[in-house]
């Protein structure tokens, strides 16, 4: 009977003495190395079945220089777009015997290199999404996180694919139907400084108004949570606009909830849009109005863009660029009449 190891675990060792072969043999066999001869190959499997020898999983790791895991670092895995985008990189990673190491940054930008750098060293390949760090940084530590692929943000790093949202079209097409619902005041919730999609809205934002000098669109600080805009209502009330822009759907329903506190009806009083589309958005009382984003294909995609660099297959690093879809819900309606045209 063949002897177990000091840890009463079968090992290598084990395997190689019932094989007749020496532990380096064993190790290339199981590791997959067609070199070894065909008869001697099969006499270890066999021994190694009738010992129920169990592999390591660390040190097949270090042997093959492998570990069959990705990472992905997000800002606030709490929000469901993130959620949804992790759900979508998990299921097609799974496919093909990856799993996924999540690190969130909690929305703090100095800890997303930090995390980026840990994470990358237990893992085969590594997606950034929509980090906060600025693009200097996020240059300057690209090349040490390859094979890397990156959603929604750019670099010029080399051999870095990014996947983008187009926010600042999603953004203007939701202000256009505010307009063509008669809103000449609208306001903009914006999200965290440092989102790098929150800029991209921006200059959306910028463009639009440069094509609609007539429209007033007032910018106001936000966030990209639900307390977010349910603090921001006095701001709202303040601005006098009667067309809203919240950064993303959250914002949106808790700025929504915080108006239907002080006796304010959407969109009778005031129309409220987001942007994403998360699952909920529909079911909100209005349903909300938003763009619709393919989140879980964000997922999907920037794992088969991963594992293109892990396996080295092509020489180019291609980019796919995602247009958000306008969905027109109940939370968006006709401008209200000023006072003067009322009573007038």
């Known amino acids: 009977m063949a002897r177990k190891s000091a840890s009463g675990r079968i090992g290598i060792a084990d395997v190689a003495v019932k094989a007749g072969v020496s532990h380096a043999t064993v190790s290339r066999v199981m590791n997959g190395n067609f070199t070894v001869d065909p008869d001697v190959a099969a006499r270890v499997r066999a021994a190694a079945a009738e010992l129920k020898y169990q592999p390591n999983p660390v040190g097949r790791s270090l042997a093959l220089g492998k570990t069959d895991t990705i990472g992905i670092v997000v800002p606030d895995l709490a929000n469901p777009t993130f959620q949804a985008i992790l759900r979508g990189l998990s299921r097609a990673a799974a496919q093909d015997g990856y799993r996924v190491l999540i690190a969130d940054s909690f929305e703090v930008s100095s800890e997303e290199s930090i995390l980026a750098g840990e994470a990358r060293r237990r893992c085969d390949g590594l997606v950034l ?80 108004k440069a094509a609609h000098p007539q429209v007033e669109v007032t910018m106001l600080e936000g966030g990209s949570d639900f307390d977010t805009g349910h603090e921001a209502v006095d701001a709202v009330l303040a601005s006098g606009a009667t067309g809203i822009l919240a950064f993303n759907d959250l914002v949106a329903m808790g700025l929504m909830s915080g108006l239907h506190e002080r006796g304010l009806d959407v969109p009778g009083d005031i129309s409220v849009t987001g942007f994403d589309d998360i699952p909920f958005a529909k079911y909100t009382t209005p349903a909300l109005t938003t763009a619709a984003v393919p989140i879980t294909e964000l997922g999907e995609q920037a794992w088969h863009q991963l594992r293109a660099l892990i396996r080295k297959e092509g020489n180019e690093v291609p980019g796919s660029r995602f247009q958000p879809r306008l969905e027109v819900r109940a939370s968006s309606g006709p401008a209200k009449a000023p006072r003067s045209a009322v009573h007038g």
């Open 129 to 208: 999404c929509a980090p906060r760090m600025s693009d200097a940084e996020l240059t300057e530590i690209a090349p040490s996180l390859h094979p890397l692929v990156l959603i929604n943000r750019t670099t010029d790093a080399p051999d870095v694919p990014s996947l983008v949202v187009d926010y600042g079209q999603g953004v203007q097409d939701i202000a256009g139907h505010l307009v063509e619902l008669g809103h000449t005041r609208l306001a903009f919730l914006a999200g965290p400084p440092r989102s790098a999609s929150n800029g991209m809205r921006l200059k959306g934002l910028e463009a639009f």
